[in-house]
């Protein structure tokens, strides 16, 4: 090696431990504060839930009848009130006799869901699931972890897919339903998905439900939990999964959830069910086994505060300006610290921002943020099982904290990751 070669590379040498030091020394600035900030699940902030604080005042002494002039205070209504089912069908596209509002939340619905269908089958089925070979979901992958968590508990194999430039991989999910029939399901969150933000067009859900499938009752399960929280003026349509399946002669392929937990109160709201005709009809069936009739008198609450779909879209407007500065402020801090060394989600709606901190470096960047006291979702969580072969995705969730905290937390954050990626480097 020459000695200008020598030179230059311990120059380089010199550089990367300087900048080590630097992190170092900013990461033990960040222990020294002694700090409590929480960027893991995607919970609303004190101020959004204040936007829903009529509620507890709600119906209100002597308001108890529904618009059909059913007692809510009494059991029966097993399908839910038909006022709110109408309300969400409109902002869901789904007819009213097609929703059913069950839970508080959709989880579960849609473990009942999964273990109904590996019980007894599906409509148009050949049995009970649970006498598949091998069953298996496909799981388009950074994604939810509660999703996965219900396959783990259930004995369901999990194939992860990812997405591709933002996109789903049709091509590879194609080829891998139309030859293996043990793959029964698919789980999807249509709009803004949790982790990276991304909405399906609808060139590709018409592409999901007109696929050729090995499995005759092959279902998706379409968990659309973030249909209205839009982050911008753009207010996308929810897609009509259920008329694009039914127009390509899979009619019941969907299975559609949703919910109000990140409308009004987390896990004090409304879950929701839709799907074919046949597919209400068996969930109606199933239902009854387990559930004389949901809270009405929660329902009825949500109907009055809420009033209509459109009371849902200005009342999900008040949430945005509440949120939509946190994503701002997120986009801005990563911009200015991690541009060239990180690449990270843009999201126009949902709760969540997806970063790729490089290959090996999540799980010692999370354990970096935790030592300084920033709590973010475990390496690992969008993916089967927590195994996220390139150790490389972090899930952030802005909503919760205040501005001043989300800023404080962002940069610790991204000071952990650029330590993380100094580290490996060396």
């Keep these: 090696m020459s000695a200008a070669a020598q030179r230059f590379g311990a120059r380089a040498k010199y550089r990367r431990r300087v900048t080590i030091d630097t992190l170092q020394q900013a990461h033990s600035d960040l222990k020294a504060q002694g700090l409590k900030l929480d960027l893991t699940r995607g919970k609303p902030s004190p101020a959004q839930l204040d936007l829903s604080n009529p509620l507890l005042s709600l119906p209100g002494d002597g308001d108890y009848l529904s618009a059909d002039g059913t007692d809510v205070r009494n059991y029966g209504g097993p399908d839910g009130l038909p006022e709110i089912r109408a309300i969400f069908g409109e902002l869901l596209g789904i007819p009213t006799e097609q929703l059913l509002a069950l839970d508080a939340v959709t989880l579960p619905i849609m473990h009942g869901t999964v273990v109904n269908a590996l019980l007894n089958g599906v409509p148009g089925g050949d049995g009970p699931w ?9 799981c388009p992958v950074p994604g939810y972890d509660r999703h996965f968590t219900i396959c783990e508990a259930l004995g369901i194999r999990m194939i992860p897919v990812p997405f591709v430039d933002g996109a789903l991989d049709l091509a590879t999910i194609a080829g891998l339903v139309a030859g293996d029939p043990a793959i029964r399901g698919m789980w999807c969150v249509p709009m803004y998905a949790n982790p990276t933000g991304y909405s399906f067009t609808e060139a ?22 973030y249909a209205v929280h839009h982050l911008t003026d753009d207010e996308a349509p929810v897609i009509d999964v259920l008329g694009l399946a039914e127009a390509a002669g899979n009619p019941d392929r969907p299975i559609v959830f949703a919910s109000t937990s990140k409308i009004t109160f987390a896990g004090g709201g409304i879950g929701f069910v839709g799907g074919s005709v046949a597919t209400i009809a068996w969930v109606r069936k199933y239902n009854a086994a387990r559930n004389i009739g949901p809270d009405k008198v929660n329902q009825l609450r949500h109907a009055r505060f809420l009033k209509d779909a459109e009371g849902v879209r200005e009342h999900m407007r008040a949430n945005r300006e509440l949120l939509a500065p946190k994503f701002a402020l997120v986009e801005e801090i990563l911009a200015e610290r991690l541009s060239g060394a990180a690449e990270w989600t843009r999201p126009k709606g949902g709760y969540f921002v997806s970063l790729e901190a490089g290959d090996g470096c999540a799980t010692r960047a999370i354990a970096l943020a935790t030592e300084a006291g920033i709590a973010v979702t475990g390496a690992g969580a969008p993916y089967p099982y927590g195994d996220d072969p390139r150790d490389s995705t972090i899930r952030i969730a802005p909503s919760f904290p205040s501005l001043d905290d989300l800023r404080t937390a962002i940069e610790g954050l991204c000071t952990c990751i650029l330590l993380a990626q100094a580290e490996r480097a060396q």
């Design 130 to 138: 649970r006498d598949v070979p091998d069953i298996a979901f496909l």
């Design 204 to 225: 590709e859900v018409k592409a999901l439900v007109e696929m050729p499938t090995a499995a005759a009752d092959f279902r998706l399960m379409w968990d659309n939990a």
